[in-house]
T-cell receptor
Framework: KAGVTQTPRYLIKTRGQQVTLSCSPI?????VSWYQQTPGQGLQFLFE???????NKGNFPGRFSGRQFSNSRSEMNVSTLELGDSALYLC????????????FGSGTRLTVV | AQRVTQPEKLLSVFKGAPVELKCNYS??????LFWYVQYSRQRLQLLLR??SRESIKGFTADLNKGETSFHLKKPFAQEEDSAMYYC???????????FGRGTSLIVHP
């Protein structure tokens, strides 16, 4: 079966711009979570969506937002980009939630210049 | 607040030696614990979860609630085990899933 697909793989943006990342979960998985991965902070939880509703949210500013569509696909948006937003953004899907284990995508590498 | 601690950033062993990657957690409820692995140039993938009590690629992990630990063990390391290993605490409800900072395992020939 197809895995978790994230697009695009790489992005370069300038400060102040906004960006939208996309994630298609494994078919049948209703939970989609987003993580930011950096060498300094490791894996930081952004938010989780389940059946189009945000179920959990990490400690990130309001510039980070997301949504989930009826087909479980999810998007993440970052507005007013800052240099510190440069990171690998990982999407993970799960049948019903993190307690069931994640399947991760390959990530989107965002560079803010 | 829940927390996952992996005290070793790097663990270096020789092929055939036993391996133990440490993971300690703090959580007031009943934990759901996982080990994830990331091989070079591959995506992060689930290795095992405590609730399934299985052995994957020769690795096992036992939940010790008294010591709040979930150490990952393998009796004889192989070169292909070289990877980054993350311990994770996942709980349902409104708790935020938490990953440790990871341990890089290097198995020398």
């Amino acid at each position: 079966k197809a895995g978790v697909t994230q697009t695009p793989r790489y992005l370069i943006k300038t400060r102040g711009q906004q960006v939208t990342l996309s994630c298609s979960p494994i078919s049948g998985h209703r939970s989609v979570s987003w993580y930011q991965q950096t060498p300094g902070q490791g894996l930081q939880f952004l938010f989780e969506y389940f059946s189009e509703t945000q179920r959990n949210k990490g400690n990130f500013p309001g510039r980070f937002s997301g949504r989930q569509f009826s087909n479980s696909r999810s998007e993440m948006n970052v507005s007013t980009l800052e240099l510190g937003d440069s990171a690998l953004y990982l999407c993970a899907s799960s049948l019903r939630g993190v307690e069931h284990g994640y399947t991760f995508g390959s990530g989107t590498r965002l560079t803010v210049v | 607040a829940q927390r996952v601690t992996q005290p070793e950033k790097l663990l270096s062993v020789f092929k055939g030696a036993p391996v133990e990657l440490k993971c300690n957690y703090s959580y007031s409820g009943s934990p759901e614990l996982f080990w994830y692995v990331q091989y070079s140039r591959q995506r992060l993938q689930l290795l095992l979860r405590h609730i399934s009590r299985e052995s994957i690629k020769g690795f096992t992990a036992d939940l010790n609630k008294g010591e709040t630990s979930f150490h990952l063990k393998k009796p004889f390391a192989q070169e292909e085990d070289s990877a980054m290993y993350y311990c994770a605490l996942g709980t349902g409800g409104s708790y935020i899933p938490t990953f440790g900072r990871g341990t890089s395992l290097i198995v020398h020939p």
